[in-house]
C-alpha cells in the first residue's frame, strides 16, 4: 500500500532534502525507522528526521514505539506504545534484574511505516 504525504506540513524542509527523504521512505514496507536512521540514510539534521517522522506518526502513515534501555544491554529493556506517552518506569530493570532509578533508563522512539510514503 502506498500512501501519500503533503511536503507543505513541514515547510521548512528543501526540495533537496524531501527529494533523498522520498528515496528512504519509497523503500519497502514495514521498515523500522528510527531518526537517526533516517537523518543518516536522507543526510539531514536528526531534529527534521523527527520532525518528518513524528509528522508520518500524526498522519496515520507510521507507527511509534518507545524503546527503554538501560546501561546493562545494547538493545532495548523493554519496548511500549507511544500513544501512551512516556511509560511508567519500573524499580528494577528487566533485564538485569538491578534495582534501577529513573534517571538510569534511556528512550528512543522506533517508527515503522504502514506502507510506502509518495510525498506531495
Ligand atoms: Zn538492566
Known amino acids: 500500500m502506498t500512501f501519500t504525504f503533503e511536503k507543505s506540513r513541514l515547510p521548512r524542509v528543501k526540495a533537496t532534502q524531501w527529494s533523498r527523504i522520498a528515496h528512504v521512505l519509497a523503500r519497502e514496507p514495514l ?5 537517526h536512521d533516517l537523518g543518516n540514510q ?6 527534521m528526521a523527527y520532525a518528518v517522522l513524528l ?7 507510521a507507527e ?6 538501560h546501561r546493562c544491554a545494547e538493545h532495548p529493556v523493554f519496548a511500549t ?9 519500573p524499580t528494577e530493570c528487566p533485564e538485569c534484574e538491578e534495582p534501577a532509578q529513573d534517571s538510569e533508563f534511556t528512550f528512543d522512539v522506533q ?3 504502514l506502507g510506502a510514503v509518495e510525498l506531495r
Open 31 to 35: 521498515e523500522q525507522l528510527m531518526a
Open 42 to 47: 536522507a543526510s539531514i539534521p536528526y531534529d
Open 55 to 61: 509528522a508520518l506518526f500524526d498522519s496515520r502513515l
Open 64 to 69: 511509534a514505539q518507545w524503546l527503554i534501555y
Open 81 to 89: 506504545s507511544f500513544e501512551k506517552g512516556i511509560p511508567e518506569l
Open 111 to 113: 517508527f515503522r511505516l
